[in-house]
């Protein structure tokens, strides 16, 4: 697509001309929560079932043939969208799988009591309780970078002094609370220069910019495909090599092995090493066929698109009475997702409200409480835009939105 339509976008969803039980349309601002899948995605899937569903890499038919050779070229495909080899490219369930497995696999193998490990508070619990429990076994200490409330950015002098000594640093590429996108080359840089490995968590990221592997730089970055138009149970771990050949085995089983008798078992080495029974087939080929369908798009068009919704949305809400935001778009590098609340009404009615005029959003701490204890808040209200919504679904956002302030906030 040379210029950015977002209709011809749209027009390969077909759940956006979903009409609700109450017979609003759907105007579906959850993103950040997951994506929607366009026709390519269902296709691949479907026809993978309907067609050569088989098992990977242990037979000898047709079937298994197809099969084999649809699993790996999604993972050439995806691999090199990413700017990596596919032999740094691990399959794993998503996000909460690929941390889990640094932790496990890499880090309980190579860190040891008083190993220091820097997260920060504006990280999801998937990249917050693994390290705890690693903690609680192995005895590292974790060291949290705050946040700058003035800027809803990370504090960057924080960093700097949390940084000496420390073994890792683990930090979320975009937030999926307050839509910050997160200096992470200079957080790289910095982590380098002190000799600390770093882990990106890009489940957010990936959605709303290209994200190159191997420019970047990180040692481990962690993808979700269900956020970028991919479907649910997939996503992957992209892991350098050296920190790939410092793994141990995650979970055991079935074709990480090389030979097992009664004695003992022998692995097998690198990638192999880490993914274990049977391969997520159909997944596989759902998310190479959105990596397909996504590199049709223009990121930098999508970019500008969501950003231009998102601050229509923000100025927008900055003029209903009783609104606070706790995101600003304008930010560089922003996503399309804006937290809000309203002092009179809680969030959970202020969603249910907006439910009633078609408006998907999502409510609660986003799996990221001590965000919400630095915010001073139990939870948020959170749009999250992505490529294919409109100025038309803000509007109406907006309309419903100062209708139920109105009628309910005063
Ligand atoms: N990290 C961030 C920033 C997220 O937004 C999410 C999901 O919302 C996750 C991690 C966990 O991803 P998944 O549930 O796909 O494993």
Same mark, same amino acid.
């Given at each position: 697509?040379?210029?950015?339509?977002?209709?011809?976008?749209?027009?390969?969803?077909?759940?956006?001309?979903?009409?609700?039980?109450?017979?609003?349309?759907?105007?579906?601002?959850?993103?950040?929560?997951?994506?929607?899948?366009?026709?390519?995605?269902?296709?691949?899937? /479907?026809?993978?079932?309907? $067609?050569? #569903?088989?098992?990977?890499?242990?037979? @000898?038919?047709?079937? +298994?043939?197809? %099969?084999? *050779?649809?699993?790996?070229?999604?993972?050439?495909?995806?691999?090199?969208?990413?700017?990596?080899?596919?032999?740094?490219?691990?399959?794993?369930?998503?996000?909460?799988?690929?941390?889990?497995?640094?932790?496990?696999?890499?880090?309980?193998?190579?860190?040891?009591?008083?190993?220091?490990?820097?997260?920060?508070?504006?990280?999801?619990?998937?990249?917050?309780?693994?390290?705890?429990?690693?903690?609680?076994?192995?005895?590292?200490?974790?060291?949290?970078?705050?946040?700058?409330?003035?800027?809803?950015?990370?504090?960057?002098?924080?960093?700097?002094?949390?940084?000496?000594?420390?073994?890792?640093?683990?930090?979320?590429?975009? /937030?999926?609370?307050?839509? $910050?996108? #997160?200096?992470?080359?200079?957080?790289? @840089?910095?982590?380098? +220069?002190?000799? %600390?490995? *770093?882990?990106?968590?890009?489940?957010?990221?990936?959605?709303?910019?290209?994200?190159?592997?191997?420019?970047?730089?990180?040692?481990?970055?962690?993808?979700?495909?269900?956020?970028?138009?991919?479907?649910?149970?997939?996503?992957?771990?992209?892991?350098?090599?050296?920190?790939?050949?410092?793994?141990?085995?995650?979970?055991?089983?079935?074709?990480?092995?090389?030979?097992?008798?009664?004695?003992?078992?022998?692995?097998?080495?690198?990638?192999?090493?880490?993914?274990?029974?049977?391969?997520?087939?159909?997944?596989?080929?759902?998310?190479?066929?959105?990596?397909?369908?996504?590199?049709?798009?223009?990121?930098?068009?999508?970019?500008?698109?969501?950003?231009?919704?998102?601050?229509?949305?923000?100025?927008?809400?900055?003029?209903?009475?009783?609104?606070?935001?706790?995101?600003?778009?304008?930010?560089?590098?922003?996503?399309?997702?804006?937290?809000?609340?309203?002092?009179?009404?809680?969030?959970?009615?202020?969603?249910?409200?907006?439910?009633?005029?078609?408006?998907?959003?999502?409510?609660?701490?986003?799996?990221?409480?001590?965000?919400?204890?630095?915010?001073?808040?139990?939870?948020?209200?959170?749009?999250?835009?992505?490529?294919?919504?409109?100025?038309?679904?803000?509007?109406?956002?907006?309309?419903?939105?100062?209708?139920?302030?109105?009628?309910?906030?005063?």
């Amino acid at each position: 697509m040379s210029m950015y339509d977002v209709e011809e976008i749209r027009s390969d969803f077909p759940i956006l001309g979903r009409i609700l039980p109450n017979g609003k349309p759907l105007v579906y601002f959850d993103n950040a929560a997951t994506s929607q899948k366009p026709n390519a995605v269902i296709d691949a899937m /479907s026809t993978y079932y309907k $067609t050569y #569903n088989s098992n990977a890499h242990r037979g @000898a038919h047709t079937l +298994a043939d197809e %099969a084999t *050779t649809a699993l790996e070229d999604a993972r050439e495909s995806i691999a090199a969208f990413f700017g990596a080899t596919p032999s740094n490219l691990i399959y794993t369930s998503g996000t909460t799988e690929a941390i889990n497995l640094v932790a496990y696999a890499w880090a309980r193998k190579n860190l040891a009591e008083g190993d220091a490990v820097v997260l920060t508070e504006m990280e999801h619990h998937a990249d917050i309780v693994p390290w705890q429990e690693l903690s609680k076994e192995i005895g590292i200490e974790l060291r949290y970078v705050p946040l700058d409330l003035e800027k809803m950015s990370l504090d960057m002098e924080a960093y700097k002094h949390a940084l000496p000594g420390a073994a890792l640093v683990c930090v979320v590429h975009t /937030s999926n609370v307050l839509g $910050t996108r #997160n200096p992470i080359e200079e957080i790289i @840089a910095l982590a380098k +220069a002190s000799g %600390a490995r *770093t882990l990106i968590d890009a489940a957010q990221g990936a959605s709303h910019e290209r994200i190159n592997f191997e420019e970047l730089g990180a040692d481990f970055v962690t993808l979700s495909a269900h956020k970028m138009a991919g479907p649910t149970g997939i996503g992957g771990l992209l892991i350098a090599n050296d920190a790939l050949a410092q793994c141990g085995p995650f979970l055991t089983g079935g074709q990480m092995i090389r030979s097992v008798s009664t004695d003992g078992s022998v692995y097998r080495d690198g990638a192999a090493l880490l993914e274990t029974g049977t391969p997520r087939i159909a997944e596989a080929i759902g998310w190479g066929a959105a990596i397909d369908w996504l590199s049709k798009i223009d990121f930098d068009q999508m970019h500008d698109h969501i950003k231009a919704l998102a601050m229509m949305a923000y100025e927008g809400m900055r003029e209903i009475d009783g609104i606070t935001l706790y995101s600003d778009p304008s930010r560089p590098g922003s996503s399309g997702t804006i937290s809000f609340l309203h002092e009179r009404i809680a969030s959970d009615d202020l969603a249910m409200l907006l439910n009633e005029g078609g408006i998907a959003l999502r409510t609660g701490q986003h799996c990221a409480q001590p965000l919400m204890d630095a915010l001073g808040v139990a939870s948020t209200n959170r749009i999250s835009l992505w490529l294919y919504n409109t100025e038309e679904e803000i509007q109406s956002f907006l309309t419903h939105l100062r209708m139920v302030c109105e009628r309910f906030g005063a």
